[in-house]
């Protein structure tokens, strides 16, 4: 159907009198801007995600996501805060790395992570060294053990 502008026809922006001819912006969209200039109304990161991650630490069972655009699998073993970000701790042990090395320690900021997924893979617990630099955090909010 080729449908014509006729003048005054804003297809949902206000013409001169107001009228939006039925269109209505959505509201809230824009959410509570923080200190970085993010939405702080609606978490990126959404809490079944969060419990998701929680349940895997749980049943000691591996998470598949993406982050930074690169597949991973990994253990996940601390959710926690650092600098203000809410992050969590894996053991990746497969897929895609920037740095090349595998299996090793990733801290991971949990808004950059997407498509997390449980997969039926289990793991043991690993002793994290009190002199590795991923083992201080400022708040820890979930552990294996918990």
């Not at 998470?63 to 053991?91: C, D, M, S, T, W």
Request: aromatic share 8%.
């Amino acid at each position: 159907m080729n449908r014509k502008k006729s003048s005054g026809d804003t297809f949902g922006v206000p013409n001169r009198s107001g009228d939006t001819f039925g269109f209505s912006k959505p509201r809230g969209i824009n959410g509570i801007k923080s200190k970085k200039n993010k939405p702080i109304s609606q978490p990126s990161m959404s809490a079944s995600t969060i419990e998701l991650i929680k349940q895997a630490m749980n049943q000691k069972r591996l998470i598949e996501f993406y982050y930074q655009e690169l597949h991973r699998i990994a253990e996940p073993h601390i959710i926690g805060l650092k600098n203000e970000l809410l992050q969590v701790l894996v053991y990746q042990i497969r897929g895609e790395s920037n740095s090349m090395k595998l299996p090793d320690w990733r801290r991971m900021n949990l808004d950059d992570m997407s498509c997390v997924q449980i997969i039926d893979e289990t793991f043991f617990n690993k002793v994290l060294s009190s002199s590795d630099s991923h083992s201080s955090w400022d708040e820890i909010l979930f552990t294996l053990d918990e």
